[in-house]
């Protein structure tokens, strides 16, 4: 069964930052677009920021513009979120997801177009 697996979550003060990572289990990530999804208590699922499979387009959510970063390591089959300037706000569980379809950049970041979902990891800033 093909599976991403994210790590690097934890708990953060504010202004603090995180990386996480998202690796994948018996798939190559290449010539696949990769999102970063969170979700709050309470509240629905987002996309925060993704990357096409080209890599000619990213997608970041207005609320995480300038302090998130989205990455990849082609060599490490590998995703990265660099998490910069947390705020209490962005505490959630963060999922990474890729499509195998290529994405226009209109549904780059639109959680259904996507096909393999990890299951989670857990990002808490507070002090």
């Known amino acids: 069964q093909l599976q991403l697996v994210e790590s690097g979550g934890g708990l953060v003060q504010p202004g603090g930052s995180l990386r996480l990572s998202c690796a994948p289990s018996?798939?190559?990530?290449?010539?696949?677009?990769i999102g970063w999804f969170r979700q709050a208590p309470g509240k629905e699922r987002e996309g925060v920021s993704c990357i096409s499979s080209s890599e000619g387009s990213t997608y970041y959510a207005d609320s995480v513009k300038g302090r998130f970063t989205i990455s990849r390591d082609h060599a490490k089959n590998t995703v990265y979120l660099q998490m910069t300037s947390l705020k209490p706000e962005d505490t959630a569980v963060y999922y990474c997801?890729?499509?195998?379809?290529?994405?226009?950049?209109?549904?780059?970041?639109?959680?259904?177009?996507?096909?393999?979902w990890g299951q989670g990891t857990q990002v808490t800033v507070s002090s």
């Open positions: 997801a890729a499509a195998e379809n290529e994405l226009r950049l209109f549904r780059l970041c639109v959680s259904e177009e996507y096909d393999y």
């Open positions: 018996g798939f190559t990530l290449d010539y696949k677009a």
